[in-house]
Protein backbone atom coordinates (compact mmCIF):
# COMPACT_ATOMS: atom_id res chain seq x y z
CA UNK A 1 0.00 0.00 0.00
CA UNK A 2 1.21 3.25 -0.87
CA UNK A 3 2.38 5.51 2.39
CA UNK A 4 0.16 8.20 3.59
CA UNK A 5 2.03 11.04 1.53
CA UNK A 6 2.54 9.09 -1.94
CA UNK A 7 -0.95 8.81 -1.21
CA UNK A 8 -1.80 12.29 -0.27
CA UNK A 9 0.32 13.72 -3.34
CA UNK A 10 -1.29 11.13 -5.81
CA UNK A 11 -5.01 12.31 -4.64
CA UNK A 12 -3.92 15.97 -5.03
CA UNK A 13 -2.15 15.50 -8.32
CA UNK A 14 -5.00 13.64 -9.51
CA UNK A 15 -7.46 15.68 -8.69
CA UNK A 16 -6.23 18.57 -11.02
CA UNK A 17 -5.29 15.70 -13.88
CA UNK A 18 -8.63 16.64 -15.29
CA UNK A 19 -7.85 20.64 -15.66
CA UNK A 20 -6.77 21.10 -18.75
CA UNK A 21 -8.05 24.41 -19.21
CA UNK A 22 -6.10 27.17 -16.51
CA UNK A 23 -9.54 29.18 -15.33
CA UNK A 24 -11.23 28.96 -12.18
CA UNK A 25 -14.12 30.52 -11.11
CA UNK A 26 -16.11 31.05 -7.77
CA UNK A 27 -17.72 34.08 -6.07
CA UNK A 28 -19.12 34.41 -2.40
CA UNK A 29 -22.04 36.25 -2.30
CA UNK A 30 -24.99 36.71 -0.78
CA UNK A 31 -28.46 37.31 -1.77
CA UNK A 32 -27.96 41.11 -1.43
CA UNK A 33 -24.86 41.34 -3.94
CA UNK A 34 -24.85 43.08 -7.03
CA UNK A 35 -22.87 42.41 -10.10
CA UNK A 36 -19.69 43.73 -11.20
CA UNK A 37 -20.02 43.15 -14.68
CA UNK A 38 -16.29 41.52 -14.74
CA UNK A 39 -15.61 39.57 -17.59
CA UNK A 40 -12.92 36.69 -17.48
CA UNK A 41 -9.97 36.30 -19.93
CA UNK A 42 -10.72 32.49 -21.05
CA UNK A 43 -6.65 32.61 -21.24
CA UNK A 44 -5.81 33.65 -18.30
CA UNK A 45 -3.57 31.33 -15.55
CA UNK A 46 -4.64 31.29 -12.31
CA UNK A 47 -1.70 31.25 -9.47
CA UNK A 48 -1.00 27.90 -8.40
CA UNK A 49 1.30 25.87 -6.02
CA UNK A 50 4.23 24.61 -6.45
CA UNK A 51 4.96 20.74 -6.55
CA UNK A 52 3.97 18.97 -3.39
CA UNK A 53 4.48 22.79 -1.57
CA UNK A 54 3.51 21.62 1.56
CA UNK A 55 4.40 18.00 1.21
CA UNK A 56 0.90 17.13 1.68
CA UNK A 57 -2.09 18.79 0.09
CA UNK A 58 -1.02 20.66 -3.33
CA UNK A 59 -3.74 21.40 -5.25
CA UNK A 60 -2.60 22.28 -8.87
CA UNK A 61 -4.07 25.90 -8.61
CA UNK A 62 -4.74 27.60 -5.26
CA UNK A 63 -8.15 28.15 -5.84
CA UNK A 64 -11.90 25.94 -5.27
CA UNK A 65 -14.97 26.83 -4.70
CA UNK A 66 -16.80 26.01 -1.39
CA UNK A 67 -20.61 24.70 -0.90
CA UNK A 68 -22.29 27.21 0.99
CA UNK A 69 -24.98 28.91 -1.28
CA UNK A 70 -25.45 25.17 -2.98
CA UNK A 71 -27.15 24.77 0.59
CA UNK A 72 -29.72 27.83 0.29
CA UNK A 73 -27.57 30.34 2.46
CA UNK A 74 -29.33 33.35 3.10
CA UNK A 75 -32.04 32.62 0.63
CA UNK A 76 -33.34 29.89 -1.32
CA UNK A 77 -30.76 29.10 -4.42
CA UNK A 78 -33.04 27.57 -7.70
CA UNK A 79 -31.57 24.21 -9.12
CA UNK A 80 -30.47 26.16 -12.19
CA UNK A 81 -28.67 28.25 -10.62
CA UNK A 82 -27.01 25.61 -8.63
CA UNK A 83 -26.32 23.13 -11.37
CA UNK A 84 -25.33 26.64 -13.26
CA UNK A 85 -23.20 27.68 -11.01
CA UNK A 86 -21.11 24.31 -10.97
CA UNK A 87 -21.17 23.92 -14.28
CA UNK A 88 -19.48 27.16 -15.07
CA UNK A 89 -16.83 26.71 -12.50
CA UNK A 90 -15.76 22.93 -14.28
CA UNK A 91 -15.81 24.49 -17.52
CA UNK A 92 -13.18 27.35 -16.02
CA UNK A 93 -10.94 24.52 -14.76
CA UNK A 94 -11.70 24.23 -11.24
CA UNK A 95 -11.68 20.87 -9.73
CA UNK A 96 -11.57 21.53 -6.26
CA UNK A 97 -14.91 21.11 -4.51
CA UNK A 98 -15.80 21.69 -0.80
CA UNK A 99 -19.35 20.75 0.76
CA UNK A 100 -21.07 19.58 4.47
CA UNK A 101 -23.56 17.88 5.68
CA UNK A 102 -24.54 21.27 7.34
CA UNK A 103 -25.06 23.31 4.70
CA UNK A 104 -28.96 23.00 3.93
CA UNK A 105 -28.66 19.79 6.09
CA UNK A 106 -27.48 17.75 3.02
CA UNK A 107 -29.32 20.03 0.43
CA UNK A 108 -25.70 20.65 -1.27
CA UNK A 109 -24.00 17.25 -0.63
CA UNK A 110 -27.20 16.13 -2.63
CA UNK A 111 -26.61 18.71 -5.39
CA UNK A 112 -22.86 18.48 -5.55
CA UNK A 113 -23.33 14.73 -6.37
CA UNK A 114 -25.80 15.45 -8.78
CA UNK A 115 -23.48 16.87 -10.49
CA UNK A 116 -20.55 14.66 -10.02
CA UNK A 117 -22.08 12.05 -10.99
CA UNK A 118 -20.83 11.37 -14.39
CA UNK A 119 -17.32 13.12 -13.82
CA UNK A 120 -14.28 10.76 -13.57
CA UNK A 121 -13.48 10.67 -9.56
CA UNK A 122 -9.62 10.78 -10.50
CA UNK A 123 -10.60 14.53 -12.16
CA UNK A 124 -11.57 16.37 -8.88
CA UNK A 125 -10.73 17.02 -5.30
CA UNK A 126 -13.46 16.82 -3.05
CA UNK A 127 -13.96 17.76 0.60
CA UNK A 128 -16.86 17.17 3.17
CA UNK A 129 -16.85 17.17 6.80
CA UNK A 130 -17.94 15.53 9.62
CA UNK A 131 -19.56 16.29 13.16
CA UNK A 132 -23.71 16.65 12.56
CA UNK A 133 -25.54 13.83 11.79
CA UNK A 134 -28.58 14.05 9.54
CA UNK A 135 -32.14 12.51 10.38
CA UNK A 136 -35.36 13.11 8.75
CA UNK A 137 -37.95 15.41 10.71
CA UNK A 138 -41.31 16.70 8.27
CA UNK A 139 -41.48 20.03 10.67
CA UNK A 140 -37.98 21.20 9.82
CA UNK A 141 -37.96 24.53 7.77
CA UNK A 142 -35.39 26.76 8.09
CA UNK A 143 -32.18 26.42 10.58
CA UNK A 144 -29.77 28.88 11.12
CA UNK A 145 -28.88 31.02 7.91
CA UNK A 146 -30.37 27.63 5.86
CA UNK A 147 -33.58 28.73 4.14
CA UNK A 148 -36.51 26.71 2.41
CA UNK A 149 -38.25 23.78 4.02
CA UNK A 150 -35.36 21.55 4.79
CA UNK A 151 -37.63 18.28 5.91
CA UNK A 152 -34.11 17.25 7.97
CA UNK A 153 -32.53 17.53 11.83
CA UNK A 154 -29.47 16.77 13.06
CA UNK A 155 -27.27 15.80 16.18
CA UNK A 156 -23.81 16.20 17.11
CA UNK A 157 -21.73 13.03 17.04
CA UNK A 158 -17.67 13.10 17.49
CA UNK A 159 -17.19 9.87 18.39
CA UNK A 160 -14.93 7.55 16.21
CA UNK A 161 -18.37 5.65 15.13
CA UNK A 162 -20.05 9.30 14.25
CA UNK A 163 -17.48 9.90 11.93
CA UNK A 164 -17.82 6.62 10.15
CA UNK A 165 -21.49 6.96 9.81
CA UNK A 166 -20.87 10.21 8.85
CA UNK A 167 -18.70 9.62 6.03
CA UNK A 168 -20.78 6.60 4.63
CA UNK A 169 -23.98 8.60 4.67
CA UNK A 170 -22.09 11.68 2.55
CA UNK A 171 -21.19 9.00 0.03
CA UNK A 172 -24.57 8.08 -0.05
CA UNK A 173 -26.12 11.28 -0.73
CA UNK A 174 -23.27 12.51 -2.72
CA UNK A 175 -23.27 9.00 -5.10
CA UNK A 176 -19.47 9.35 -5.07
CA UNK A 177 -16.74 6.49 -4.76
CA UNK A 178 -14.38 8.76 -2.61
CA UNK A 179 -14.01 12.10 -0.63
CA UNK A 180 -9.97 13.66 -0.36
CA UNK A 181 -10.57 15.17 2.38
CA UNK A 182 -12.33 14.87 5.54
CA UNK A 183 -12.57 18.15 8.22
CA UNK A 184 -14.25 17.96 11.77
CA UNK A 185 -16.88 20.82 11.40
CA UNK A 186 -17.43 23.50 13.57
CA UNK A 187 -15.95 22.13 16.93
CA UNK A 188 -15.41 25.87 17.93
CA UNK A 189 -16.31 28.49 20.96
CA UNK A 190 -17.97 30.02 18.29
CA UNK A 191 -20.50 27.98 17.25
CA UNK A 192 -23.51 28.74 19.39
CA UNK A 193 -24.57 24.82 20.55
CA UNK A 194 -21.82 24.54 22.35
CA UNK A 195 -20.06 28.07 23.39
CA UNK A 196 -17.28 27.07 26.19
CA UNK A 197 -18.67 23.89 26.17
CA UNK A 198 -16.22 23.19 23.02
CA UNK A 199 -13.48 21.80 25.04
CA UNK A 200 -16.17 19.01 25.72
CA UNK A 201 -16.78 18.28 22.15
CA UNK A 202 -12.95 18.12 21.67
CA UNK A 203 -12.57 15.92 24.26
CA UNK A 204 -14.51 13.42 22.57
CA UNK A 205 -13.22 14.35 19.43
CA UNK A 206 -9.63 13.44 20.10
CA UNK A 207 -10.44 10.30 22.20
CA UNK A 208 -12.59 9.40 18.63
CA UNK A 209 -12.83 11.14 15.86
CA UNK A 210 -9.49 11.92 15.48
CA UNK A 211 -7.51 8.60 15.44
CA UNK A 212 -10.21 6.93 13.37
CA UNK A 213 -10.07 9.56 10.84
CA UNK A 214 -6.01 8.80 11.09
CA UNK A 215 -7.48 5.06 11.10
CA UNK A 216 -9.22 6.02 7.65
CA UNK A 217 -6.89 8.09 5.66
CA UNK A 218 -3.76 5.46 6.75
CA UNK A 219 -6.13 2.44 4.96
CA UNK A 220 -6.84 4.64 2.47
CA UNK A 221 -10.57 5.43 2.63
CA UNK A 222 -9.90 9.35 2.71
CA UNK A 223 -7.21 11.12 1.86
CA UNK A 224 -6.87 13.33 4.67
CA UNK A 225 -8.13 14.85 7.38
CA UNK A 226 -8.24 18.18 9.84
CA UNK A 227 -10.52 21.01 10.93
CA UNK A 228 -12.81 23.28 9.67
CA UNK A 229 -13.50 25.87 11.72
CA UNK A 230 -14.42 29.31 11.89
CA UNK A 231 -11.80 29.53 15.38
CA UNK A 232 -8.11 29.34 15.47
CA UNK A 233 -7.74 27.77 18.65
CA UNK A 234 -9.72 24.29 17.99
CA UNK A 235 -7.24 24.46 15.05
CA UNK A 236 -4.36 24.43 17.09
CA UNK A 237 -5.68 22.02 19.43
CA UNK A 238 -5.96 19.91 16.34
CA UNK A 239 -2.40 19.97 15.30
CA UNK A 240 -1.53 18.98 19.26
CA UNK A 241 -3.95 16.34 19.44
CA UNK A 242 -3.08 14.81 15.87
CA UNK A 243 -1.29 14.60 12.78
CA UNK A 244 -3.63 16.60 10.60
CA UNK A 245 -2.97 17.12 6.80
CA UNK A 246 -4.86 20.34 6.47
CA UNK A 247 -7.15 22.70 7.87
CA UNK A 248 -10.05 24.63 6.94
CA UNK A 249 -9.93 28.33 8.54
CA UNK A 250 -12.85 30.38 7.68
CA UNK A 251 -13.24 33.91 8.76
CA UNK A 252 -9.61 34.62 10.33
CA UNK A 253 -7.76 35.32 7.28
CA UNK A 254 -8.74 38.30 5.20
CA UNK A 255 -8.23 41.49 4.10
CA UNK A 256 -9.43 43.40 6.89
CA UNK A 257 -8.30 40.53 9.52
CA UNK A 258 -5.37 38.32 9.80
CA UNK A 259 -2.88 39.62 12.19
CA UNK A 260 -4.32 36.67 14.72
CA UNK A 261 -3.49 34.37 12.11
CA UNK A 262 0.00 35.76 11.20
CA UNK A 263 1.21 35.47 14.21
CA UNK A 264 -0.30 31.99 15.89
CA UNK A 265 -1.74 29.68 12.39
CA UNK A 266 0.63 30.21 10.34
CA UNK A 267 3.78 29.76 12.46
CA UNK A 268 2.30 26.55 13.63
CA UNK A 269 1.30 25.31 10.18
CA UNK A 270 4.65 25.65 9.02
CA UNK A 271 6.31 23.96 12.35
CA UNK A 272 3.99 20.99 11.71
CA UNK A 273 3.94 21.32 7.99
CA UNK A 274 0.57 21.95 7.83
CA UNK A 275 -1.39 23.12 4.59
CA UNK A 276 -3.96 25.91 4.92
CA UNK A 277 -7.56 26.19 2.87
CA UNK A 278 -8.72 29.79 3.59
CA UNK A 279 -12.76 29.85 3.65
CA UNK A 280 -14.37 32.63 3.79
CA UNK A 281 -11.88 34.82 2.25
CA UNK A 282 -14.41 37.49 1.37
CA UNK A 283 -15.54 37.60 4.71
CA UNK A 284 -18.87 35.67 3.46
CA UNK A 285 -19.36 38.39 0.91
CA UNK A 286 -18.62 41.68 2.60
CA UNK A 287 -15.92 41.76 0.52
CA UNK A 288 -17.73 41.56 -2.21
CA UNK A 289 -20.27 44.50 -1.43
CA UNK A 290 -22.86 42.17 0.67
CA UNK A 291 -24.23 43.51 3.22
CA UNK A 292 -23.37 39.74 5.90
CA UNK A 293 -19.80 40.00 7.71
CA UNK A 294 -18.80 36.21 8.44
CA UNK A 295 -22.62 35.04 8.64
CA UNK A 296 -23.71 37.77 10.22
CA UNK A 297 -25.31 41.48 9.31
CA UNK A 298 -23.11 43.16 12.45
CA UNK A 299 -20.21 45.03 10.95
CA UNK A 300 -17.40 45.17 13.18
CA UNK A 301 -16.59 49.09 14.32
CA UNK A 302 -14.28 50.71 11.13
CA UNK A 303 -14.75 47.55 8.80
CA UNK A 304 -17.17 49.58 6.85
CA UNK A 305 -14.59 52.87 6.55
CA UNK A 306 -11.36 50.33 6.08
CA UNK A 307 -13.59 48.43 3.39
CA UNK A 308 -14.57 51.46 1.49
CA UNK A 309 -10.87 53.13 1.63
CA UNK A 310 -9.80 49.49 0.53
CA UNK A 311 -11.87 50.13 -2.10
CA UNK A 312 -11.08 53.76 -2.93
CA UNK A 313 -7.37 52.51 -3.34
CA UNK A 314 -8.24 49.80 -5.45
CA UNK A 315 -9.57 51.92 -7.91
CA UNK A 316 -7.13 54.50 -8.33
CA UNK A 317 -5.08 51.41 -9.32
CA UNK A 318 -6.81 50.03 -11.98
CA UNK A 319 -8.55 46.74 -9.61
CA UNK A 320 -11.96 46.20 -7.63
CA UNK A 321 -11.65 45.03 -3.73
CA UNK A 322 -13.07 41.85 -4.75
CA UNK A 323 -10.04 41.12 -6.49
CA UNK A 324 -7.55 42.08 -3.74
CA UNK A 325 -9.33 40.01 -1.15
CA UNK A 326 -9.68 37.51 -3.16
CA UNK A 327 -5.65 37.18 -4.39
CA UNK A 328 -4.62 38.41 -0.79
CA UNK A 329 -6.11 34.84 0.64
CA UNK A 330 -4.23 32.93 -2.02
CA UNK A 331 -1.07 34.56 -1.21
CA UNK A 332 0.87 33.24 1.40
CA UNK A 333 3.28 30.11 0.63
CA UNK A 334 1.48 28.22 3.59
CA UNK A 335 -1.75 28.80 1.75
CA UNK A 336 -2.73 25.68 -0.33
CA UNK A 337 -6.06 27.14 -1.44
CA UNK A 338 -8.33 29.74 -1.06
CA UNK A 339 -12.04 28.34 -1.15
CA UNK A 340 -15.02 31.39 -1.64
CA UNK A 341 -18.55 30.26 -2.06
CA UNK A 342 -20.55 30.59 -5.19
CA UNK A 343 -24.67 30.85 -5.93
CA UNK A 344 -24.60 31.69 -9.58
CA UNK A 345 -22.50 31.34 -13.00
CA UNK A 346 -22.35 35.02 -13.47
CA UNK A 347 -20.99 34.96 -9.92
CA UNK A 348 -18.30 32.63 -10.78
CA UNK A 349 -17.15 34.44 -14.08
CA UNK A 350 -16.92 37.75 -12.34
CA UNK A 351 -14.77 35.74 -9.40
CA UNK A 352 -12.09 34.26 -12.77
CA UNK A 353 -11.25 37.42 -13.79
CA UNK A 354 -10.65 38.13 -9.92
CA UNK A 355 -8.28 35.33 -9.97
CA UNK A 356 -6.74 35.54 -13.48
CA UNK A 357 -5.50 39.51 -13.42
CA UNK A 358 -2.53 41.03 -12.09
CA UNK A 359 -2.70 43.43 -9.26
CA UNK A 360 -0.10 45.92 -9.60
CA UNK A 361 2.77 46.09 -6.53
CA UNK A 362 1.88 49.49 -6.48
CA UNK A 363 -1.25 48.86 -4.86
CA UNK A 364 -0.13 46.32 -2.31
CA UNK A 365 2.74 48.89 -0.95
CA UNK A 366 -0.22 51.63 -0.83
CA UNK A 367 -2.13 49.66 1.62
CA UNK A 368 0.59 48.67 3.84
CA UNK A 369 1.89 52.29 3.60
CA UNK A 370 -1.65 53.36 5.43
CA UNK A 371 -1.44 50.23 7.72
CA UNK A 372 -4.65 48.87 6.09
CA UNK A 373 -2.93 45.30 6.18
CA UNK A 374 -0.20 44.13 7.92
CA UNK A 375 3.02 45.03 7.16
CA UNK A 376 4.42 41.05 7.20
CA UNK A 377 1.44 40.17 5.91
CA UNK A 378 2.65 37.81 2.24
CA UNK A 379 0.56 39.97 -0.78
CA UNK A 380 0.76 38.43 -4.75
CA UNK A 381 4.19 38.19 -6.64
CA UNK A 382 6.42 39.39 -4.25
CA UNK A 383 8.91 36.41 -1.80
Not at 140 to 161: C, H, M, P, Q
Not at 308 to 322: K, N, Y
Not at 366 to 383: F, R, T, Y
Request: aromatic share 8%; net charge negative; hydrophobic share 40%.
Amino acid sequence: MASRREFLAWSALAAAAGTAAPRLMAAEKGSDNTSSGSTADPDAALPGNPPLAMNRFPPEHKYGVGGTQLGNMYRVTSEEEAMGMLAAAWEGGNRHFDTSPWYGLGLSERRLGRFLFDKDPSEYLLSTKVGRLLTPDASIENVANWKGNLRTNYRYDYSADGVRRSIEDSLQRMGVSKIDLVYIHDLSPDNEDMGQEWEQYFEIARKGAIPELERLRDEGIIGGWGMGVNEIAPSLAAMDAGNPDVILQATQYTLLNHRDALDRLFPACRERDVSLVIGAPLGSGYLAGSTHWMYKTDIPEGFAQKRDRISAIAREHGTDLRTAALQFTAAPEVVGATIPGARTAEHARENQASMTVEVPAEFWDALKSEGLIEEDAPVPNKA
